[in-house]
């Protein structure tokens, strides 16, 4: 059990979520969210997060998930994609122990989330498993042998950049064909925009979908063949017991059934029980991965 009153901070590229929890307990309090305002830049996005953290209450430790890739020896940002203009290179950890003067945890997002959901939600008991989240992108993470991937550069799980399609859609990182340009929240509503001549977000769409509209149909099955690829592939490469799927939209229930049999049929029948499942935490995710770093923070 924790003895420390630790702040966990999860920085998107759209909100800013944090909270707090008292020594002694797993149970987030405070919880609350502003925007990121990524345009502004990286030093902009700093001063947000530190004017955040002084609203909770005191603690002595801090846990920060953030988009873009972490360098795990310094806690800064080696590299981040457009979505946050000027992040790249930001020393979170540097800033925020400067700040607070306390020990602080820096973590990618997606890997805080599989950390939340190995630790406190649907990844407890499994040994492997791969964690996805969609929405402007694709986010992943692998745990395996029972503990976090992160690879040679400690940035593993840029699934979102598998090339899917080769000479393809243009993507934010500079390359072409990237899985998340077709396979993203992003990309689906980019095409529905494209179908219905307007803007349309997830859930309008879905709506569309529960009227009937054919089109709306066919698309949404294109998109689920589109995710379904990617996945046999990282199926092939991992050999996962589980795969949790994070992101708002893949809470709708005509999701997952079709996905599991459109992966099914890239599958070789031996690799076929591996298990689809919605994540469990859903957007606390990643602030209880940031917890549990924060409670077993060690200096490399």
Not at 243 to 253: N, T
């Amino acid at each position: 059990m924790n003895n420390a009153n630790i702040a966990v901070v999860d920085i998107g590229g759209t909100n800013i979520k944090y909270g707090f929890l008292p020594a002694g307990e797993q149970t987030l309090q405070n919880v609350n969210e502003a925007p990121t305002n990524a345009y502004l830049g990286g030093a902009a996005l700093m001063e947000t997060v530190q004017a955040l953290l002084h609203t909770l209450p005191a603690f002595d430790r801090i846990g920060v998930s953030t988009c873009g890739q972490v360098d795990r020896k310094t806690g800064g940002i080696r590299y981040a994609t457009d979505n946050v203009p000027c992040y790249t290179g930001t020393p979170v950890r540097t800033l925020l122990e400067e700040a607070f003067g306390i020990p602080v945890a820096v973590e990618n997002d997606v890997n805080a989330a599989a950390l939340g959901e190995a630790h406190f939600g649907a990844g407890r008991g499994c040994q492997s498993f791969l964690c996805l989240t969609y929405g402007t992108g694709i986010g992943g993470a692998a745990i395996l042998n029972g503990a976090l991937y992160t690879g040679f550069h400690g940035t593993a799980g840029e699934f979102g950049h598998i090339v899917t399609h080769a000479g393809g859609n243009r993507c934010t990182c500079g390359g072409e064909g990237c899985y998340e340009t077709y396979a993203s929240t992003r990309a689906l509503t980019k095409s529905a925009e494209t179908l219905l001549g307007h803007p349309v977000n997830g859930r309008e769409l879905f709506e569309l979908l529960g009227r009937g509209n054919r089109d709306v149909a066919k698309l949404i099955d294109c998109w689920i063949d589109e995710i379904a690829i990617g996945l046999a592939g990282l199926v092939y490469s991992f050999d996962p017991e589980r795969i949790l799927l994070g992101g708002g939209i893949m809470k709708e229930p005509y999701l997952l059934p079709r996905l599991k049999a459109a992966l099914d049929v890239r599958l070789m029948p031996s690799y076929r029980d591996v298990i689809l499942m919605p994540a469990q935490l859903g957007n606390t995710a990643g602030l209880m991965g940031a917890y549990w770093s924060a409670c077993h923070l060690k200096r490399e």
